[in-house]
């Protein structure tokens, strides 16, 4: 039926989403209370940041038990209960299925450190050198060693991740046999199917020393390999039985790996978040900025758009800087943000809302590293120091990119709390929370949410904007134009990512300006988008 090209999907980042009992901590209930705000914005499915049980080393994206809901965000009883409310609206819920790795506080890992146990092999575990060299020379993804030592069982097991997430070890059959029982045990309750954490690192072929890089040393032994095409398709199995969706991350993917992971007849994924057009203002690594240029986004989008046949489209989520300041201006803010909207919602693929994004959340404004949550930047902080980086230039490098910018609390309202919660929340609230918040666009037919809201009804009652091929028509420095197309129908899109003004040769009459013109001769506004028929 593949609904999931028809739909707009939203993400919640559940601790920061909707606090339900003064904690500070977001949770299933805070959600259910608001599914009326989604149902609003018109989104098809929820996919849901992990709500398992977890230590939350990785807020977590480091599981300590599959099949239980981690009390912070409420009981079994409220999941149960957020997918009958949330399919009372008609809309969807996608659990994020983290399978590469799991917390070392699982009943698996415990087991595992005792040689002995049937759960021997769950994870990757080895004997260092003699001298005390770790096993290999592997660089993991936090900026750390992928090693640690486990004095119980006297052997280093491997975390790609942080190290209190161990990877699971995909050439032990049982471990499959686990996963696929998972997905049947959350498939049972009515969910719709899986994002599915860097699911293209599943299967190591070797632990082989790797080619020495600048990042990610080892990398060639496990990225998109053959193993985890094949881990895939059996998943596939159960997930057909019932007729569950899945996109998966795949990190440092090509157009290329990115058509075999998704073709239809391969029986693998329905589409995958790639990574290049958020590599746009980087260096090699995110650490390492450069100025954003519109071209270069453009084309890159382009170059997607044509490659494959479907997109999972996004510009933000939760580990990503917001979009406004990155590709936007902040200076334009309500003109860049209802930009971006447009770009994000007449692509052709599915669209992904980050939670914030339809109001214009913008990144923290912390300014000490004592305010920041994130473990991968704590990480980075102890790198940097280490290289004795000046503590000025390292908050530089660490406030542009902390994933906890995209991670403060909804801004559902003006006062303290934001209406997120009455108590002390776990990560500091935008003091621009006083003028960015949804009751305040609410009452506002010119805000972003208005506009968000109305161009997800546009693209949900448009078939060309849902399922019509896609045409660049201008990528220049500051102009993007593209053409959307289905049988005699077609919708010309023109986007000015500029604070000056531009023209075009492009004509048409207006569907959308978020200029608020009713007719099109050519010239943009600033940040101006317009929709033509
Ligand atoms: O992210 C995987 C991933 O590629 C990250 O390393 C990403 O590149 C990084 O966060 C950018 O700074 C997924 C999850 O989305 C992330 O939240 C988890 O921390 C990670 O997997 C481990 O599960
Ligand atoms: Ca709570």
Redesign the pocket.
């Known amino acids: 039926m593949e609904w999931w090209k028809d739909a707009i999907i939203y993400q919640i980042y559940p601790r920061s989403f909707q606090d339900s009992n003064g904690d500070g901590i977001g949770d299933i209930p805070g959600i259910i209370s608001r599914l009326d705000h989604l149902q609003a914005l018109g989104v098809g499915a929820v996919w849901l ?1 992990p709500v398992y049980a977890s230590p939350n080393a ?2 977590g ?2 599981i300590s038990n599959y099949r239980e809901i981690n009390p912070e965000y409420g009981t079994m009883e409220d999941m149960e209960r957020l997918i009958a409310e949330a399919g009372r609206r008609g809309i969807r819920i996608i659990m994020d299925l ?1 399978i ?2 799991t917390s070392t506080d699982h009943y698996w890992f415990r087991q595992s450190r005792d040689k002995n146990s049937p759960y021997a092999n769950y994870y990757y575990w080895r004997h260092g050198g003699a001298d005390g060299a770790l096993p290999n020379n592997w660089t993991g ?2 900026g750390e060693d992928c090693w640690e030592f486990d004095p119980q069982r006297c052997e280093y097991y491997l975390h790609l ?1 942080a190290k209190h ?1 161990a990877d699971l070890n995909y050439h032990e059959p049982a471990v499959l046999e686990e996963v696929k029982d998972i997905l049947r045990f959350w498939l049972r309750k009515g969910v719709a199917g899986f994002r599915c ?2 699911i293209n690192i599943l299967w190591k072929d070797s632990l082989d020393n790797g080619k020495k890089r600048l990042a990610l040393t080892g990398s060639e032994h496990y990225l998109s390999l053959e193993g985890t095409h094949e881990i895939l398709r059996q998943l596939r199995e159960v997930l057909d039985e019932y007729n569950a969706f899945t996109v998966g ?1 795949t ?1 440092f993917v090509t157009p290329a790996q990115a058509r075999d992971l998704c073709a239809s007849d391969r029986r693998e994924l329905d589409m995958v978040f790639s ?1 290049e057009h958020m590599e746009c203002d980087q260096w090699f690594l ?1 650490w390492f900025k450069r100025k954003f240029r519109p071209r270069v986004f453009f084309e890159c989008l382009t170059k997607w758009q044509q490659e494959l046949d479907w997109n999972a489209l996004y510009l933000e ?4 800087p917001r979009s406004i300041p990155r590709f936007g201006s902040a200076g334009h803010w309500r003109e860049s943000g209802k930009l971006l909207a447009v770009l994000l919602l007449t692509l052709r693929g599915t669209p992904f809302i980050y939670q914030g994004q339809e109001i214009g959340m913008v990144n923290f404004d912390f300014s000490r590293m004592r305010q920041l949550n994130d ?2 930047s704590k990480n980075v902080e102890k790198v940097l120091r280490r290289l004795h980086i000046p503590q000025k230039l390292r908050w530089k490098i660490i406030s542009r ?1 902390s ?1 906890d910018n995209a991670r403060t609390p909804f801004q559902w309202e003006a006062g303290p709390g934001a209406g997120f919660t009455v108590g002390r929340p776990w990560l500091g609230i935008n003091h621009n929370c006083e003028s960015v918040n949804l009751a305040e666009q609410e009452n506002d037919s010119d805000s972003i949410w208005s506009w968000y809201k109305d161009l997800a009804a546009l693209r949900n009652g448009s078939e060309v904007l849902r399922r019509g091929s896609f045409t660049p028509l201008e990528t220049g420095d500051q102009v993007f134009a593209y053409r959307r197309a289905l049988g005699e129908e077609a919708l010309t899109v023109v986007l000015n990512f500029s604070d000056k003004p531009a023209r075009t040769a492009l004509q048409g009459g207006v569907v959308r300006s978020s200029a608020g013109r009713d007719r099109f001769d050519g010239h943009l506004e600033p940040w101006e988008a317009v929709i033509l028929d």
């Open positions: 940041s990785d807020n994206y480091d983290v590469n790795h993804f936090f991740f997430q954490d860097v991350e990190v990574f995110k989520n939760h580990d990503q473990v991968e990119t994933r």
